[in-house]
T-cell receptor, first 111, second 117 residues
Framework: RKEVEQDPGPFNVPEGATVAFNCTYS??????FFWYRQDCRKEPKLLMS???SGNEDGRFTAQLNRASQYISLLIRDSKLSDSATYLC????????????FGTGTQLKVEL | GAVVSQHPSRVICKSGTSVKIECRSL??????MFWYRQFPKKSLMLMAT?????????EQGVEKDKFLINHASLTLSTLTVTSAHPEDSSFYIC?????????????FGPGTRLLVL
């Protein structure tokens, strides 16, 4: 089983739609969680951290469910510029350095 | 945010040659740098972690004699792919983190595309 699993998509949605991605992780000791965005042939860029209580940044809402070991990302009012691959990233606890990336979910926002 | 650069951005080489990739933190001191590899439609896979002035820690399955990492200063780490073969063709990305420890954000470089013919 992969450490971090995501539905690869692609998710094709019309502009203005709301779309949600889920990510599951296998290590219950994982401590830190992030969503990164990666554009085609570019490096990943931090979109937002994910906190236990859930957090929102503009049109983006992230949630964490430790009991079920999944993380979600909700994008409201999607824009054409949101088209990218969204990577779920997990850091294990115990002072570990290692970022473990999911394979990413591809989003295509269309007119 | 902080800036990390990589050089070269793209390299094509013949099988058997060695390729050096540089990763620089431009406006902060990176006590820890990470090297990742990403194959098409796959996730980033951590290859190794390097701390300034010490030997790199390699992930399982990564050959340390093939992928030589040097982190000689707080702003520069290099990855050398020795005797490159076509299966080494990939997108190599570095990231850098400051002295704040594991909670500090990692900043990624723009990546280097390696094509081995």
């Amino acid at each position: 089983r992969k450490e971090v699993e995501q539905d690869p998509g692609p998710f094709n949605v019309p502009e203005g739609a709301t779309v949600a991605f889920n990510c599951t992780y296998s290590n219950s000791a994982s401590q830190s969680f992030f969503w990164y965005r990666q554009d085609c042939r570019k490096e990943p860029k931090l979109l937002m951290s994910v906190y236990s209580s859930g957090n929102e940044d503009g049109r983006f809402t992230a949630q964490l469910n430790r009991a079920s070991q999944y993380i979600s990302l909700l994008i409201r009012d999607s824009k054409l510029s949101d088209s990218a691959t969204y990577l779920c990233v997990v850091i294990e606890g115990g002072g570990g350095n290692k970022l473990t990336f999911g394979t990413g979910t591809q989003l295509k926002v269309e007119l | 945010g902080a800036v990390v650069s990589q050089h070269p951005s793209r390299v094509i080489c013949k099988s058997g040659t060695s390729v050096k990739i540089e990763c620089r933190s431009l406006d902060f001191q990176a006590t820890t740098m990470f090297w990742y590899r990403q194959f098409p439609k796959k996730s980033l896979m951590l290859m190794a972690t390097s701390n300034e002035g010490s030997k790199a820690t390699y992930e399982q399955g990564v050959e340390k004699d093939k992928f030589l990492i040097n982190h000689a200063s707080l702003t520069l780490s290099t990855l050398t792919v020795t005797s490159a073969h076509p299966e080494d063709s990939s997108f190599y990305i570095c990231s850098a983190r400051g002295a704040g420890g594991v909670q500090e954000t990692q900043y990624f470089g723009p990546g280097t595309r390696l094509l081995v013919l």
